[in-house]
């Protein structure tokens, strides 16, 4: 204790004289929050702002976009005969098909083709060196000569013999003998003409002969090599005219198939190239396997094709439409127009109101088939009516147009079952109302677009 009374604890240490005052301390604290709040603040408003700021230009935007017409192409729908048809892959094979063997054996001499060549049926193609065969027939003609001598012989021995007989000459006994003799040389006179027979035709066997009509192909063996009969195979005949398709459709469809076969005994089908793309010949249904493939539960069919232009080559992948109906009054529009929502399938279409302004309008359609560039619609859409084949993607319900008429590609429209045909493109027109430089800058846009979409369709088709 002090002098004064005062206990040690209470006296001020040099720590305690340091200390900040614990209200001043709060104060400081207080301002440094409001500072920050208020900064954040004016952050989050300035934020606000441009957000709202951008929101308001991209309405203005868009209002002004809706108001200013919307260059498109544009084609009318078509009304004409189009085929409703199966789709399968198919696989050329030679309607027949042989391979040619030697029936005999010996030396292969110089063939009497080119490879590659068409052949008739009993066309001499090959020859087998006929000398052993054409000995063998002589000998067999000799054997017969020596054998129709000794017939001669005893017919004669038993005429004088029979006389001897009836005269009590000689014995039955030895009548039957001479008898016997002849009987043995007949039947080794009928043995000898079977062996010349046999002789005779191995030796025409000696000059090969094509059985049916057909391209010849590759040589598979050479002159001067030793022909086994029956074993080498010489060479492959095809016949391309005319020639069969086959290929598989699911269970499912074959009722229809074979209903509608019956029924009119004559289906047409279409073979296309291995894209789809090209047309190559068109043929007939022939007929369709006794059973149902368990492993891939689909059925084989068989087409046949004149090919008398050759178009298909056997062992060839193709794309076979086999056609179930052909409709004369088809609603048939480009595959371009078509257009895919929450709905299903829709098209724009373009039509004028009340003051000649061209708008378009979001239309549902029902498809019936889609086949390359070209579509057949069930309902949706009229004869005539003008859709959008390119510029859809800028369209809303209701929004103004400038239209330019689509330039369709040469193929198209011909009402075949690829659903492709001929067309041309026409000149731009412009609605009521627009002034040149409009229209002028439309056209220019339009046709900057309908040459991306040409190209476009060309690299698909490609």
């Not at 868009?62 to 005969?81: F, I, M, S």
């Not at 690829?418 to 430089?437: D, E, I, R, V, Y």
Request: hydrophobic content about 40%.
């Amino acid at each position: 204790m002090s002098s004064e009374g005062t206990p040690e604890s209470h006296l001020p240490t040099i720590s305690d004289l340091h200390q900040p005052p614990v209200r001043k301390r709060s104060w400081i604290s207080i301002v440094v929050y409001l500072v920050l709040a208020i900064a954040l603040g004016l952050i989050v408003w300035r934020v606000y702002q441009n957000q709202q700021a951008t929101k308001a230009a991209a309405a203005n935007q868009a209002a002004a976009l809706l108001g200013r017409p919307v260059p498109v192409q544009v084609t009318p729908v078509e009304q004409r005969p189009m085929p409703i048809f199966l789709t399968a892959l198919g696989t050329v094979t030679p309607y027949m098909s042989v391979t040619v063997k030697a029936r005999v054996s010996g030396e292969l001499l110089p063939v009497k083709f080119t490879e590659g060549q068409q052949v008739r049926k009993g066309q001499t193609i090959m020859t087998i060196d006929p000398r052993p065969y054409k000995a063998s027939l002589d000998q067999a003609r000799g054997t017969l000569a020596h054998d129709q001598a000794l017939l001669k012989n005893a017919q004669a021995e038993f005429a004088r013999y029979k006389a001897l007989y009836a005269a009590g000459v000689v014995s039955k006994e030895t009548l039957d003998t001479d008898e016997a003799n002849q009987g043995q040389y007949m039947g080794a006179i009928q043995a000898d003409r079977a062996a010349i027979e046999t002789a005779q035709l191995q030796l025409n066997w000696c000059s090969i002969q094509s059985p049916i009509n057909g391209r010849i192909g590759l040589r598979l063996v050479d002159p001067g090599n030793i022909i086994t009969a029956n074993t080498t195979n010489l060479v492959i005949i095809n016949q391309f005219q005319p020639i069969a398709v086959y290929f598989t459709l699911p269970e499912n469809q074959l009722p229809q198939v074979l209903h509608k076969l019956i029924t009119d005994k004559r289906m047409s089908v279409v073979a296309y190239d291995r894209g789809d793309v090209q047309k190559l010949t068109d043929g007939i249904l022939m007929t369709a396997d006794n059973q149902i493939d368990t492993t891939t539960g689909t059925a084989k069919l068989k087409a046949v094709f004149d090919n008398k232009d050759q178009a298909l080559f056997p062992n060839q992948f193709v794309n076979i439409h086999l056609v179930m109906e052909n409709r004369p009054t088809a609603l048939v529009v480009p595959s371009a127009a078509i257009q895919t929502g929450l709905d299903g399938s829709y098209v724009w279409v373009v039509s004028k109101d009340a003051k000649g302004v061209q708008t378009a309008k979001r239309q549902v359609v029902t498809v019936a088939l889609a086949e390359g560039q070209v579509t057949i619609l069930d309902s949706g859409v009229q004869p005539g009516q003008s859709i959008v084949v390119d510029g859809a993607d800028r369209l809303r319900n209701g929004q103004i147009v400038l239209t330019s008429m689509a330039k369709q590609r040469s193929g198209q429209g011909t009402g075949s079952a690829s659903g492709q045909g001929t067309g041309s493109g026409a000149g731009l027109f412009t609605p009521p109302g627009t002034t040149p430089s409009q229209a002028s800058a439309a056209g220019a846009s339009a046709t900057g677009e309908g040459k991306g979409t040409g190209n476009h369709h060309n690299k698909e088709q490609q």
